[in-house]
C-alpha cells in the first residue's frame, strides 16, 4: 500500500462559520488552526495546504481564562531605538477584536511560507455579519 500525497488540484475546499461568543481564545484557536491545515481530512498532508477557509464571527466576545485581560501585553517594534509598544488585550478588544484571534491561530502554525497562504483563509469579523453567504458556509460547532 502507497502514501496517499495530495496534490494541489485534487483539494476541495470547504468553507466553515464558527461563532467565537463565550468561547475560550486558545481552544478556539487550536481547532481552527487544525482545519486551516486540514488536519480534520483524511487527505492530510502536512506539505501540502488541504485546509479549508474559516470565517469566525462575533470576535469582540471570545473569553479569556483567569487575568489574562488586564496582564496579557501584545508587543510590537517598531525598528526604532525605543520603537518598543505594549498593549493589552483590552486595548485590543476596544479598537481591533480581530488582531485577538487572528494573532492566536497565526501562533499555532508552522512558521513558514505554508502557514502565510494557510492564514489568508482565515476571515475574522467583530459582529456578527459577515459577507461570505454566497460561499455557502457551513456551521461548525466547536
Partial sequence: MKTY???????QRKWYVVDASGMV???LAVKVANILRGRHKPTFTPQTDTGDFVVVINAE???????KEEQK???SYSGYVGGERYRS????REQKPEFIIEHAVKGMLPRNR???RMLKKLKVY????HPHEAQK??????
Avoid: N
Wanted: hydrophobic letters at 40%; a positive charge.
Fill in 5 to 11: 500525497l495530495a496534490k494541489q488540484g485534487d483539494i
Fill in 25 to 27: 481564545l486558545g481552544r
Fill in 61 to 67: 466576545k471570545v473569553a479569556l481564562t483567569g487575568r
Fill in 73 to 75: 501585553q501584545y508587543m
Fill in 89 to 92: 488585550v483590552s486595548d485590543y
Fill in 114 to 116: 505554508l502557514a502565510r
Fill in 126 to 129: 467583530p459582529g456578527a455579519e
Fill in 137 to 142: 458556509v457551513e456551521k461548525l460547532s466547536l
